[in-house]
């Protein structure tokens, strides 16, 4: 079976090579592939010599992510920028979605590393290095790190393995053709150290009783529509947790007849929606998130709507799937 990984093109590389100070970014509001190919970056450039800055503007809401979130800045200052330093940009489908750090960025020289399948390249012509099938960005960065022939220590296969794992679901959405290309790399990042059941332990154990149960009041107050097609759910805003929609998504995803779970986070600024689909479904939720302004992967994606309430959110969503379902 080829390899779902084309080779990194060579502007990157020399962009990389020749660059002396580097900027690592990826989106606002960060889950852990967007952190640990941030961090996994950062090792490899800093094996090169490099001078690295990690910018991200947050929140970190997940109780997973939050012990990384003193290794980030929320601003380049000044005297780092009068470097010139090149922008690598991680796990970004659209210039918008680094946030607020980015406008001081948007003027630099710009690679972009991402494997989301909607979006629009923001870079110049050569300068990006995205590969939809890839099941992470931390598998993007690997190859990027061997063509640089950069050895694989244990902590940078730490990060690389914590992306992948956490952007499968620990395997759960990893595909045939995917797993044929991306195990070898996990076997590599096992060799260097890395324990999966450790890393499992490590990112799972530990959660606040309170968190528990409202995922389960989430899952409880859910709403199928479309004959169960369609499961639409609620997080209000009390419920800070990220991290409680795995849960929720995990559960609901496994219901007898369901295609696709839609989550509506309250934010200040509006709705927070995540949309899933199962793998068998037919639905590509990445056309429908960019949609609304967002965008993502066939079976996950997100996107915010400001300024509307969350029954205005759902009467959206239904009319959309309605569509489609």
């Known amino acids: 079976m080829a390899s779902i990984f084309p080779p990194c093109d060579d502007r990157i590389l020399e962009a990389i090579k020749k660059a002396s100070s580097v900027v690592v970014i990826a989106h606002r509001n960060p889950d852990g592939d967007a952190l640990y190919s941030s961090l996994a970056m950062e090792r490899i450039l800093q094996h090169l010599g490099k001078e690295t800055l990690l910018l991200n503007e947050g929140p970190f809401l997940r109780d997973d992510i939050k012990h990384l979130e003193s290794r980030f800045r929320k601003e380049a200052d000044d005297s780092f920028l009068s470097k010139n330093p090149l922008v690598v940009v991680v796990d970004c489908s659209t210039p918008d979605r680094p946030g607020e750090p980015f406008r001081k960025l948007e003027n630099l020289k710009r690679v972009i590393i991402d494997h989301h399948s909607s979006g629009t390249p923001f870079a110049d012509e050569g300068m990006s290095y995205i590969v939809p099938a890839s099941p992470s960005t931390t598998m993007l960065v690997d190859i990027v790190r061997e063509e640089l022939d950069v050895p694989l220590d244990k902590e940078t296969a730490g990060f690389l393995y914590r992306g992948f794992a956490t952007d499968t679901g620990f395997y759960h959405f990893l595909s045939a053709e995917a797993a044929a290309s991306c195990l070898p790399r996990v076997a590599s990042f096992t060799a260097a150290g890395v324990s999966p059941y450790e890393i499992y332990d490590e990112m799972h154990d530990g959660r606040k009783l309170s968190d528990i149960k409202d995922t389960a009041s989430i899952i409880l107050n859910s709403e199928p529509v479309l004959n169960g097609a369609l499961i639409i759910c609620h997080q209000e805003a009390t419920m800070m947790n990220a991290r409680l929609s795995d849960g929720v998504y995990a559960s609901l995803l496994e219901t007898e007849g369901v295609k696709a779970v839609v989550l509506i986070k309250e934010r200040e600024c509006g709705m927070e929606i995540g949309f899933r689909s199962k793998n068998n479904s037919g639905i590509d939720v990445g056309k429908i998130a960019a949609g609304f302004g967002g965008g993502g992967h066939a079976k996950a994606a997100g996107?915010?709507?400001?300024?509307?309430?969350?029954?205005?959110?759902?009467?959206?969503?239904?009319?959309?799937?309605?569509?489609?379902i």
């Open 303 to 324: 996107a915010t709507i400001q300024g509307i309430t969350f029954e205005e959110a759902r009467s959206l969503i239904i009319a959309r799937f309605e569509e489609i």
